[in-house]
């Protein structure tokens, strides 16, 4: 079963720029980069993907490195509300498993 | 539309017991997934379903599990003789189904089913 790491937990302020990288060494030629977002009792919901070099919506950024070994979630200016776990995916060659990273949980103080 | 609907929202049961949880996709989309997630971990991958059938069910942790799909849309995960450590959130999520391989899918997920086995 291949897998990706990130750390385990992060610590942040109000307002201050969160960054989550992802390692994801076996990463096929064909997959994507995707991240979610998960609060307690909820299930995760879709926060930004991407394949190569950098993604940019109204929630975050993506960047993503040109041997696609890695990626880094950026949260900017972040806030109360997105304290959560955060989990890194990647698909991997003739793997049914879609690989979950353990989830970093950011938890923002005031 | 409607999203991703699970039920039911809990559950509690004995052990021994069989217990039955129910997910209903998005509308149109074809791949169904399943997953588990113990108290502060991470996201177990249990089966996916593209269409009404499961390639690969060895994600399943044991034979008391088991998974169906019918019409290509609601799903049912069967736990039987359920034992304490089945105790968890069971997520289901949906995608359009183009290719499993690939995490170009965006995955919609349900609520989740939390189970608690006594």
């Known amino acids: 079963l291949a897998k990706t790491t990130q750390p385990i937990s992060m610590d942040s302020y109000e307002g201050q720029e969160v960054n989550i990288t992802c390692s994801h060494n076996?990463?096929?030629?064909?997959?994507?980069i995707t991240w979610y977002q998960q609060f307690p009792s909820q299930g995760p919901r879709f926060i930004i993907q991407?394949?190569?070099t950098k993604v940019t919506n109204e929630v975050a950024s993506l960047f993503i490195p040109a041997d696609r070994k890695s990626s880094t979630l950026s949260l900017p200016r972040v806030s109360l509300s997105d304290t959560a776990v955060y989990y890194c995916?990647?698909?991997?060659?003739?793997?049914?498993?879609?690989?979950f990273g353990a989830g970093t949980t950011v938890t923002v103080r005031a | 539309g409607a999203g991703v609907s699970q039920s039911p929202s809990n559950k509690v049961t004995e052990k021994g017991k069989d217990v039955e949880l129910r997910c209903d996709p998005i509308?149109?989309?074809?791949?169904l997934y399943w997953y588990r997630q113990s108290l502060g971990q991470g996201l177990e991958f249990l089966i996916y379903?593209?269409?009404?059938?499961?390639?690969?069910k060895s994600g399943l942790p044991s034979d008391r599990f088991s998974a169906e799909r019918t019409g290509g849309s609601v799903s049912t995960l069967t736990i039987q003789r359920t034992q304490q450590e089945d105790s968890a959130v069971y997520l289901c999520?949906?995608?359009?189904?183009?290719?499993?391989?690939?995490?170009?899918?965006?995955?919609?997920f349900g609520p989740g089913t939390r189970l608690l086995v006594l």
């Open positions: 999520a949906s995608s359009l189904g183009l290719g499993i391989t690939s995490s170009g899918e965006t995955q919609y």
């Open positions: 076996n990463i096929a030629t064909n997959d994507y």
């Open positions: 991407g394949y190569k």
């Open positions: 995916l990647v698909g991997y060659p003739n793997d049914y498993k879609l690989s």
């Open positions: 509308s149109g989309h074809t791949a």
């Open positions: 379903f593209q269409g009404n059938s499961a390639p690969d």
